[in-house]
């Protein structure tokens, strides 16, 4: 099994964006709902963001109308683009299955939103 890859972390100022991309090979992938979800320090993983391989989507209120999340199959990639960050969004991003997988964690990227 092979984990997903996260890219597009960085340091931004508030009111910033970022894009993050997540590369996911393999079946179970493709035909499975992804999200990208977050880690803060001293704080618990979080969803953030959800879609269905068909593309229905869904956010936690934190996020709602800052952060979009799309996919594209045919790339195995599934991304998060992030408006208007704020220095809460400061976290390490993961993406995963929805439900998360636990062999499915990988590295994370890091956003830091500086105020």
């Known amino acids: 099994q092979v984990q997903p890859v996260e890219s597009g972390g960085g340091s931004v100022q508030a009111g910033g964006s970022l894009r993050l991309s997540c590369v996911a090979s393999g079946s179970i992938f493709s035909f499975s709902a992804m999200g990208w979800y977050r880690q803060a320090p001293g704080k618990r993983r979080e969803l953030v963001a959800s879609i269905t391989r068909g593309g229905s989507t869904n956010f936690a209120d934190s996020v709602k109308g800052r952060f979009t999340i799309s996919r594209d199959n045919a790339k195995n990639t599934v991304y998060l683009q992030m408006n208007s960050l704020k220095p809460e969004d400061t976290a390490v991003y993961y993406c995963?299955?929805?439900?998360?997988?636990?062999?499915?964690w990988g590295q994370g990227t890091q956003v830091t939103v500086s105020s």
């Open positions: 995963n299955l929805n439900p998360p997988g636990y062999a499915y």
